[in-house]
């Protein structure tokens, strides 16, 4: 499940800093984002999802922010540590209950 | 916690052969996906599955590839006679039921490379 990085736009943070991960996403109908985690040779990990009818959710050290207006979804990290370095995509759900990934963040976090 | 369960980790295959990639969805989800990972890409839809039938397919799904559930456990994907470009990651995910609030729970993935 690894996503090489060699086009992957990179976020780098020090540990125990606040990490914002922003992505766009393409249809004005979809009323159902999510936030995955995928690490080294896993899957994508279930993070943090949001309702069109939200714009904001919060969990725990993680929140997601929705911009209907303009599109943008943004998964902010607080704290960030060692383990939450991973790449991190936005997926959005349409009418047919299939997701539509974005193409990820790689976040790389420095002691 | 319930996991999606996929097997095998990795399968390497000589062009033109068929194979197989076998999910085990968590116990009471009703709806199925398989989903491409091509290196260095994003997660791409291939295939639904409900109610024992295709509810969708991508344009990448084409006559070669097939899913079944023949046990009532497994979900299963099938390709027929693997080509190069059909070298990726393979996930299978599963969801609970119907409504648009309900994330999809991915396994671990089969890494497929063709030969």
């Known amino acids: ?10 976020l780098s943070v020090q540990e125990g800093d606040n990490s914002i991960i922003n992505c766009a996403y393409s249809n004005s109908a979809s009323d159902y984002f999510i936030w995955y985690k995928q690490e080294s040779g896993k899957g994508p990990q279930f993070i943090i999802d949001i309702r069109s009818n ?6 725990q050290r993680v929140t997601v922010l929705l911009n209907k207006t303009v599109k943008h979804l943004s998964l902010q990290i607080a704290a960030t540590q ?3 370095s991973a790449v991190y995509f936005c997926a959005e759900m349409d009418s047919s209950y299939k997701l539509i990934f974005g193409s990820g963040t ?6 | 916690e319930p996991e999606v369960t996929q097997t095998p980790s990795h399968q390497v295959t000589q062009m033109g052969q ?5 999910c085990v969805p968590i116990s009471n989800h009703l709806y199925f996906y398989w989903y491409r990972q091509i290196l260095g890409q994003k997660v791409e839809f291939l295939v639904s ?7 969708e397919k991508s344009e990448i799904f084409d006559d070669q590839f097939s899913v079944e559930r023949p046990d009532g456990s497994n979900f ?10 059909d070298s990726a990651m393979y996930f ?20 497929l490379s063709i030969l």
């Open chain 1, 106 to 111: 790689r976040l790389l976090v420095r002691p």
């Open chain 1, 1 to 10: 499940g690894e996503s090489v990085g060699l086009h992957l736009p990179t």
């Open chain 1, 54 to 59: 939200m714009d904001k959710r919060q969990g």
């Open chain 1, 82 to 84: 060692p383990g939450d």
């Open chain 2, 49 to 55: 599955f409900y109610n024992n039938e295709i509810s």
């Open chain 2, 18 to 22: 068929e194979v197989i990639l076998r």
């Open chain 2, 92 to 111: 299978c995910a599963t969801r609970k039921g119907a409504g648009s609030n309900q994330p999809q729970h991915f396994g671990d993935g089969t890494r």
């Open chain 2, 76 to 85: 299963t994907l099938k390709i027929r006679s693997t080509k190069l470009e």
